[in-house]
């Protein structure tokens, strides 16, 4: 199956000469005769970072991935440790893989497990997750503005920019797809 270029979009999974990419930046730009794609490429197998430019309504191969939906239990030093919904199967997979995912996963948490040729190639969160603030600067009781923001460490170890009013041990939800505070959660 092949993808045309109309469809491009951060996180979606191509594949060139036979290598899995992952689209992790993209930018359309219009030119005299013909609009082009420049996009940032992540190899899904080596993790190095490539550049590539595709003409408007150039295709390109979807690649052979399977993906299942799949329940993080626990780690255990730089193995992280899965379980397959259906099959109760569990599985491990090394830290190298998850990268990315690994300041925003927390035990128990529904993810979608990517598989190239049989083998764990990465992770996906859900779109929004809620997680607790585990140190921030203090709020202030009146503060609502919602265009000033100060960094919040989680509970998970990772990071993400709150407005002022939040404090620590408020569970807040997050845009995974953009890293972003979305809202306070309420108790």
Not at 170 to 178: R, W
Request: aromatic share 10%; charged share 30%; net charge negative.
């Amino acid at each position: 199956m092949q993808i045309s270029t109309s469809d491009f979009r951060k996180g979606l999974r191509i594949e060139i000469d036979g290598t899995p990419y992952k689209i992790v930046d993209m930018v359309h730009i219009q030119q005299k005769r013909r609009a082009v794609i420049k996009t940032k490429l992540k190899n899904i197998l080596s993790g190095s970072i490539a550049e590539r430019t595709f003409l408007s309504g150039e295709k390109v191969d979807k690649p052979d991935l399977e993906e299942k939906e799949m329940e993080f239990l626990y780690r255990d030093g730089d193995t992280y440790y899965f379980m397959d919904k259906e099959t109760f199967e569990q599985i491990s997979i090394d830290s190298k893989v998850l990268e990315d995912v690994i300041p925003f996963m927390k035990e128990n948490e529904q993810m979608t497990v990517q598989f190239y040729n049989g083998s764990p190639i990465s992770a996906d969160l859900p779109q929004f997750i809620e997680l607790e603030i585990a140190e921030t600067d203090p709020g202030f009781k009146g503060d609502t503005v919602t265009t000033s923001f100060k960094p919040a460490k989680l509970v998970t170890g990772g990071q993400v920019m709150v407005p002022l009013f939040i404090s620590t041990g408020d569970v807040i939800k997050i845009n995974v797809d953009e890293l972003r505070y979305v809202e306070r959660v309420k108790k």
